[in-house]
């Protein structure tokens, strides 16, 4: 499944979503952060055939002494549905909430050096410990933070944090220039992992952009395909070294101008030291 929506800034992510949420098909997998862990949301993704991994919402206090016991930390229990709609859900979904839901609720510990040891619990609608061990719901939960580096690529790598637009229209239409880039560039990532022998989500992006432009110009006319399987080649060779537990500090590497922002159109300001 691969969809994208926009909204306005104080849109809500569940508000969004709603228009995401006939894209996924039964069998598919939902994984999401606190934000989407609701009752409203899981049930109805179940209605669909569709499972769902969340991590527990901040408001829910879980008691493990409760519900059926698979394991240490791990129990199956039953939700009942809220008494009244929630804010941004039609009144007709609502409606087809069943009255309780069987959830399970996955407790683990994370120990990070560094850090001081974390506890987090997951919400899910897989309920078989046998099929969906506990580790495994942990370990895709913490593939959910490959979207965050996701969008930090369309931000920085892609220049997608500052669009030059003049008109909503023209920004809108720069924007989705950029996130079709984006996506045939991982799709030519792909197949170059497929043909390397390389899992593609450890091939570098910069890397990639790099060589698409360093070529681009040999990709037409004769000897294209030859070009085609070239960048392939190459691309595949961008391999991400194997960092587990990488931390880096939230630091700006270089200290800025201390000059004001351009909060005026730069002919304005020219006119005003020109007088």
């Known amino acids: 499944m691969a969809a994208l929506t926009l909204g306005s800034q104080t849109a809500h992510d569940l508000t969004l979503f709603y228009f995401l949420r006939p894209h996924f098909i039964p069998g598919d997998v939902f994984l999401g952060d606190r934000g989407f862990c609701s009752y409203a949301e899981m049930a109805l993704f179940q209605a669909r055939g569709v ?15 409760r519900g059926r016991a698979l394991a240490v930390g791990d129990h199956v229990v039953s939700w009942k549905r809220p008494g009244r709609c929630p804010g941004g ?6 409606a087809q909430l069943p009255a309780t839901l069987m959830i399970r609720e996955i407790r683990y510990q994370v120990a990070v050096k560094g850090f001081r040891t974390r506890s987090v619990t ?33 931000k920085t790598t892609m220049r997608v944090e500052v669009l030059r637009g003049q008109s909503p229209e023209v920004v809108e239409k720069e924007f989705w220039a950029h996130v079709l880039a984006y996506n ?22 910069k890397g990639a952009l790099d060589h698409i432009v360093s070529r681009w110009h040999g990709m037409s006319g004769t000897g294209s395909m030859k070009s085609y399987d070239a ?44 007088g």
Do not use: N
């Open 89 to 94: 859900l039609r009144a007709e979904d609502y």
């Open 231 to 274: 960048l392939l080649s190459r691309i595949g060779a961008e391999r991400l070294p194997e960092r587990p537990g990488r931390v880096e500090p939230r630091v700006k590497k270089r200290r800025p101008k201390s000059y004001p922002l351009m909060q005026q159109p730069r002919a304005v300001l020219k006119r005003m030291l020109t």
């Open 122 to 154: 997951l919400a899910t609608t897989l309920l078989d410990a046998d099929a969906y061990p506990a580790e495994a719901l942990a370990e895709l939960y913490f593939r959910r933070w490959e979207i965050e580096v996701d969008f930090r690529h369309l």
């Open 51 to 65: 499972d769902s991994v969340c991590r527990l919402h901040q408001s829910r206090r879980p008691d493990f002494r």
């Open 184 to 205: 045939l560039t991982r799709r030519l990532m792909w197949e170059a992992g497929r043909r390397m022998g390389s899992e593609p989500l450890r091939l570098s992006l």
